[in-house]
């Protein structure tokens, strides 16, 4: 069984190991996906409580686990997209 502490830390070493990432990327890493599933899986919550990746890694960034770049392309600037970093990452301007 993957408990949600185990399910952060894989997510956590798939961005460090990757020295950064999308949240795409991540939604198809085996591992990755493998962990989130066995946790749903193996977690005594509903699926709704469980949450998804998506919540999951909000949830990381808000406890400072992970870092978060948000940008807006010219030629998209109706969509806001995102990169994940590790954490500590010091973003220049």
Do not use: H, W
Not at 10 to 25: F, L, M, N, P, Y
Not at 27 to 50: H, L, N, P, W
Not at 65 to 72: D, I
Request: proline residues 3%; aromatic residues 6%; hydrophobic residues 40%.
């Amino acid at each position: 069984m993957v408990s949600r502490y185990d399910l952060k830390r894989v997510v956590i070493d798939s961005v460090t190991s990757r020295q950064g990432c999308k949240a795409t990327e991540l939604c198809v890493d085996e591992i990755v996906v493998k962990a989130f599933v066995e946790y749903v899986a193996g977690c005594s919550m509903t699926r709704e409580q469980a949450g998804t990746l998506p919540d999951l890694l909000e949830e990381l960034v808000k406890e400072g686990n992970l870092v978060e770049v948000e940008y807006v392309l010219p030629m998209l600037d109706c969509r806001i997209k995102s990169f994940l970093l590790p954490a500590n990452t010091k973003v220049m301007r």
